[in-house]
């Protein structure tokens, strides 16, 4: 398994953004499909962001389409996650995660690598 610490959260005003990274260690980072999670208090944890290890078109959940940009430098060991025109339901705890499998997944009991999350609140 990697371990991914994220960074990058905090409070903002509605229609702001965020960016959120996440580090990778290890040497198969780059062969590793990668995701962003959240979750809300009462809420189930959901997929907003996936990427490919390589080549291939990202995922985005509806919610977040347009507004969300995920992206990832193998070369870092990083992937990100571009939040603009953040809306209150967008607060949630961020995660990172981490799937081998061959191809993109967004159920989150596929992925078995996970950082600790960082929390987003967007006020209104």
């Known amino acids: 398994q990697m371990q991914l610490v994220e960074s990058g959260g905090g409070l903002v005003q509605a229609g702001g953004s965020l960016r959120l990274s996440c580090a990778a260690s290890?040497?198969?980072?780059?062969?590793?499909?990668m995701a962003w999670f959240r979750q809300a208090p009462g809420k189930e944890r959901e997929c907003v962001a996936a990427i490919p290890w390589i080549g291939g078109t990202p995922y985005y959940a509806d919610s977040v389409k347009g507004r969300f940009t995920i992206a990832r430098d193998n070369a870092k060991n990083t992937v990100y996650l571009q939040m603009n025109s953040l809306k209150p339901e967008d607060t949630a705890v961020y995660y990172c995660?981490?799937?081998?499998?061959?191809?993109?997944?967004?159920?989150?009991?596929?992925?078995?690598?996970w950082g600790q999350g960082t929390q987003v609140t967007v006020s209104s």
């Open positions: 995660a981490g799937a081998r499998t061959p191809l993109l997944v967004t159920t989150w009991t596929r992925y078995d690598s």
């Open positions: 290890g040497r198969t980072f780059s062969s590793v499909n």
